[in-house]
């Protein structure tokens, strides 16, 4: 699925409409596979979005001896009995960040394991500070050569519970030690955790299968050492993304009459809903659904300034979509990106199609809105600034090609299908 997409744009004219069924979440899929590493048997996996990620996910486990079976379309039966390495293979490892995950059950399961500077997208530095010096307070001893890190559990035992203070809320790192724990010998305490649903999640379903965490959801998360887990016949059901509703709710807002979003948690992209209802969208959040409907009838959006910030605050994933949105709102805006140094990048692009961007620094734009975006030919820089390239070129006057289809393809299940079926003129070309 590699390529690029073509889209014809509708000159802001609000003509999509219908309803979209929101995909399991890519970054709860990829806790899910972590997770298999502390069950005994089988575990099964419910909602799993068809995207390259998973795939790359899938590969990762494969490669360490784990048993990856596709069961129906979305849904997945691990089984890691049989691993014995904890090697991660680099050539997968450098292309997901995620991949880090393996690595700490993989240490509190063999004492040992090795990994590449995890990849990802290209949004800003992305150290693993964090991971390292975490992994020094269990105990484990960490050495790096040739760009490859081993980290060895003490030598004749276990790595063991500690005091854990993440100088900044990390979301995989968070993740990362809570998934060691389990295995750990003694209590372990996260201090400063990342708050995000993925988070919570990941631990509700531990805890179904006899972990012992408390405090996942909040900053302070105990998890006491338990050993392997029993997952029995029960299911991990993947989270809907909430990066892809939130982003689905910018289209509605943009260019639909109406646009019903379906299977996804409001709860999980408040931030997003509440700038949205300040700009003028007409949004109505049930449970499980969100309508956006025009009613505005002509009169433009206001303009929001919009800071990232980590869960419950406004995600760093839906920046760059909402800047899209802001520049098609009457007034001034500011966005300022606090997570990551390298995610504005997409801005360039969008100055080529029309809009009014003055960078003001690293993390900072400045948007003034109102202004006609045109079709252009553009390069998506990442995964989340890919799809919001897609809005732009939706809401623009002219014909748009949007390369680098393959990162889009990392979160986003089959796009240009479910964007056809509310409206949308796009092709992939291969
Ligand atoms: C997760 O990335 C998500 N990925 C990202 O989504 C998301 O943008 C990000 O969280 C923030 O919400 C997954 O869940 C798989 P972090 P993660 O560690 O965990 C710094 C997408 O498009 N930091 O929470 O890699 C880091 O540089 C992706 O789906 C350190 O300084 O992000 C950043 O500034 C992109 N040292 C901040 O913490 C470390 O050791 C938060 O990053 C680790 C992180």
């Known amino acids: 699925m590699k390529g690029e997409f073509y889209i014809i744009g509708n000159s802001g004219e609000k003509t999509l409409s219908g309803k979209v069924v929101i995909s399991g979440a890519k970054n709860d899929m990829v806790n899910a596979f972590a997770a298999s590493l502390l069950m005994k048997g089988d575990l099964f996996v419910r909602n799993v979005p ?8 899938a590969a990762l486990l494969s490669s360490l001896g784990g048993s990856v079976k596709r069961t129906a379309t979305h849904e997945y039966k691990l089984n890691t009995g049989a691993c014995a390495g904890s090697n991660l293979r680099g050539d997968i490892a450098k292309s997901i960040r995620a991949s880090i995950l393996y690595a700490g059950p993989l240490l509190a399961r063999f004492g040992l394991v090795s990994f590449p ?16 010096s975490g992994f020094m307070k269990m105990g484990a001893r960490v050495s790096e050569k040739d760009g490859i890190f081993s980290i060895r559990a003490p030598r004749g035992g276990n790595i063991r519970g500690a005091s854990i203070f993440f100088k900044r809320q990390s979301v995989t790192a968070t993740e990362t030690f809570m998934l060691a724990a ?6 372990t305490v996260i201090k400063n955790a990342a708050c995000e649903p993925e988070i919570a999640h990941l631990a509700e379903f531990l805890n179904s299968c006899g972990a012992r965490i408390k405090g996942a959801g909040t900053s302070m998360i105990e998890i006491a050492g338990t050993g392997l887990l029993s997952a029995g016949k029960k299911i991990y059901d993947i989270l809907p993304d909430r990066v892809e509703a939130g982003s689905f709710a910018i289209l509605g807002a943009l260019a639909a009459r109406s646009l019903t979003i379906e299977r996804c948690i409001p709860a999980h992209f408040e931030a997003l809903i509440e700038a949205l209802i300040e700009a003028g969208v007409d949004i109505k959040a049930g449970e499980n659904t969100l309508v ?7 009169r433009p959006f206001r303009a929001v300034d919009v800071k990232t910030h980590e869960y419950p605050g406004f995600a760093t994933d839906l920046q760059a979509p909402m800047a899209v949105f802001l520049t098609q709102a009457e ?46 030919e553009v390069e998506s820089p990442d995964l989340r600034a890919g799809l919001a390239y897609i809005i732009a070129a939706i809401v623009a006057k002219g014909d748009s090609v949007v390369h680098n289809a393959h990162y889009i393809d990392r979160g986003y299940e089959r796009i240009e299908e479910r964007l056809r079926a509310i409206g949308v003129k796009i092709e992939r070309k291969p």
Do not use: W
């Open 50 to 57: 068809d995207v390259s990620d998973t795939e790359a996910m």
């Open 117 to 132: 500077f995890p990849g990802g997208c290209v949004i800003g530095k992305r150290p693993i500070d964090l991971f390292i």
């Open 182 to 187: 389990v295995c750990a010998d003694g209590t």
């Open 292 to 298: 956006v409907r025009n009613s505005k009838r002509g």
């Open 331 to 376: 007034g001034e805006a500011i966005v300022f990106e606090t997570i990551f140094e390298g995610r504005l990048g997409y801005v360039g692009e969008l100055i080529r199609m029309g809009a009014d961007i003055l960078p003001l620094d690293q993390h900072r734009i400045q948007i003034k809105g109102g202004t006609e975006l045109k079709g252009r």
